[in-house]
């Protein structure tokens, strides 16, 4: 018996078949790129006035159901699966939606707060500009991925800056361009998303490519 253990067990101590158990998690890589996706598209359009709707409160239901709760969700599954860097994103930015939801929220308390609207545009500036640092540093991380994640985490790092530009100076153009940018940033997410929904279909009628970078065999 105690040669039978020793036998499946691995230098470190793990049990080869416990080791080796492929994961029976569904990659939760496309609910999580789509309820991102969704929510930046329409924030996004609320951001270039499109069909004169300048009010985002809208978008608060799915900010905080969509963007936040589905996408943190995403994330909590990409840990067992053992990708550190689609858990630490989803988690991220889910939880960058359900605080933009309470802030957005009417009756928060959160932008009521600000007597000042200068002063309430500059808080909101703040709260931008920090999240476009976060992502400008998931931008070094997707640099040995793909080109759709560079493109994609690079587009959302100009578009929180944008934004952010636009909510200090409060240029209204700006915020215009900001809003811009997040749609292609939102379109790029709808396309990586499709495309590991495909990956995931064994018979797929086609296949879109993110620009996978291939691994260096030495």
Request: hydrophobic fraction near 45%; glycine fraction near 14%.
């Given at each position: 018996?105690?040669?039978?253990?020793?036998?499946?067990?691995?230098?470190?101590?793990?049990?080869?078949?416990?080791?080796?158990?492929?994961?029976?998690?569904?990659?939760?890589?496309?609910?999580?790129?789509?309820?991102?996706?969704?929510?930046?598209?329409?924030?996004?359009?609320?951001?270039?006035?499109?069909?004169?709707?300048?009010?985002?409160?809208?978008?608060?239901?799915?900010?905080?159901?969509?963007?936040?709760?589905?996408?943190?969700?995403?994330?909590?599954?990409?840990?067992?699966?053992?990708?550190?860097?689609?858990?630490?994103?989803?988690?991220?930015?889910?939880?960058?939606?359900?605080?933009?939801?309470?802030?957005?929220?009417?009756?928060?308390?959160?932008?009521?707060?600000?007597?000042?609207p200068r002063e309430r545009e500059n808080a909101l500036g703040m709260f931008l500009v920090t999240w476009s640092f976060v992502t400008f540093f998931f931008c070094f991380a997707s640099l040995r991925k793909s080109i759709g994640f560079i493109a994609l985490f690079g587009l959302l790092s100009t578009t929180l800056a944008v934004l952010a530009a636009g909510a200090f100076t409060g240029s209204?153009?700006?915020?215009?361009?900001?809003?811009?940018?997040?749609?292609?940033?939102?379109?790029?997410?709808?396309?990586?998303?499709?495309?590991?929904?495909?990956?995931?279909?064994?018979?797929?009628?086609?296949?879109?490519?993110?620009?996978?970078?291939?691994?260096?065999?030495?």
């Open positions: 018996m105690t040669n039978d253990i020793e036998k499946n067990v691995e230098a470190g101590g793990v049990p080869r078949a416990v080791a080796h158990r492929p994961t029976r998690i569904g990659n939760p890589g496309t609910l999580g790129l789509f309820s991102f996706a969704s929510t930046t598209f329409i924030l996004s359009l609320y951001n270039v006035r499109a069909r004169g709707v300048a009010t985002p409160n809208v978008i608060v239901g799915n900010a905080a159901g969509c963007g936040g709760l589905a996408q943190l969700l995403a994330g909590m599954w990409e840990f067992p699966r053992g990708n550190t860097f689609g858990a630490t994103a989803f988690s991220s930015y889910g939880a960058f939606w359900i605080a933009y939801a309470i802030i957005l929220i009417p009756g928060s308390g959160a932008l009521e707060a600000y007597t000042d209204v153009n700006c915020t215009k361009g900001g809003g811009g940018v997040g749609i292609a940033t939102a379109l790029v997410a709808f396309y990586i998303g499709l495309s590991e929904l495909l990956a995931a279909e064994e018979k797929s009628v086609v296949r879109f490519p993110i620009g996978v970078f291939t691994k260096r065999v030495d």
